[in-house]
């Protein structure tokens, strides 16, 4: 990889902010754009888009990585080479109790499950986000009406297998699984933020992840169009608030 020009995304180190929202799906990356000014955006590849714009005196990277910690952790892995030292995962995840759908949570920590995070830290099993990070965002949460918590997740690869049970023959394992976890005080599993976490710290990053939840795994709800289109608001306009009170790595 040229360490001026990332290998997958395509961008120069000149077009990547310091601060840099990651994002799952790419169609968020243009209606997060309308919070910025100056936006520039990068050609998409493999549909992995990337903008770069201001936040009032910030300059801020979206950038969106599809499903899964492999990608996840390569389109980190490839922004920080470019330079960008602090990361902020938002997007959707299932809450646990006592969560309720359209409740942000924000990682204090996460559990991981999940493949990736054992080729950047040996016997990953625990990763911790950033704790300014985590104050930045339990401030700037503060300020908006939702409901929102600090705790643990946990992420996964096997999303029918270990997330939400597609049909009979797992619901007993997603079930006994998502118990277990709440059992365990976690609040929130995804499929990225233990990997975010972990190759963040490992590059010398700060990484923190907020998600809002938006199912219910275990009684098979889902959030409503409407409820979903306010959460998204909520997250990006908390993210943004929070990433210009933290410093760059």
């Avoid at 990361?87 to 409740?103: A, E, H, Y």
């Avoid at 950033?130 to 930045?136: C, R």
Wanted: glycine share 8%.
């Amino acid at each position: 990889m040229n360490s001026r020009k990332a290998w997958y995304i395509g961008c120069s180190a000149e077009q990547v902010a310091e601060r840099v929202i990651l994002l799952g799906d790419p169609g968020r990356v243009p209606r997060f754009s309308q919070y910025l000014s100056d936006v520039e955006a990068m050609p998409v590849n493999r549909g992995l888009a990337t903008v770069t714009g201001m936040y009032e005196d910030t300059r801020i990277t979206l950038s969106a990585f599809g499903m899964g910690s492999p990608i996840a952790a390569i389109v980190l892995h490839e922004l920080a080479n470019l330079g960008a030292s602090v990361f902020l995962r938002i997007g959707t995840s299932i809450g646990l109790s006592p969560v309720n759908i359209g409740d942000m949570i924000i990682a204090r920590n996460a559990k991981s499950f999940e493949g990736t995070s054992s080729a950047y830290a040996h016997g990953a099993g625990n990763s911790s986000a950033d704790p300014s990070l985590v104050s930045a965002l339990t401030r700037a949460a503060s300020g908006h009406e939702a409901t929102y918590h600090v705790g643990a997740f946990a992420s996964f690869d096997g999303f029918y297998q270990d997330m939400f049970a597609l049909d009979d023959a797992t619901e007993d394992r997603v079930r006994n699984n998502l118990e277990r976890l709440a059992g365990q005080d976690v609040l929130a599993v995804d499929m990225e933020t233990s990997a975010i976490l972990t190759v963040g710290k490992s590059l010398g990053c700060k990484a923190g992840s907020m998600c809002a939840s938006t199912v219910n795994s275990l009684k098979k709800q889902k959030i409503g169009k409407q409820e979903h289109a306010e959460a998204e608001r909520t997250l990006i306009s908390i993210a943004l608030e929070a990433l210009k009170q933290v410093d760059p790595a």
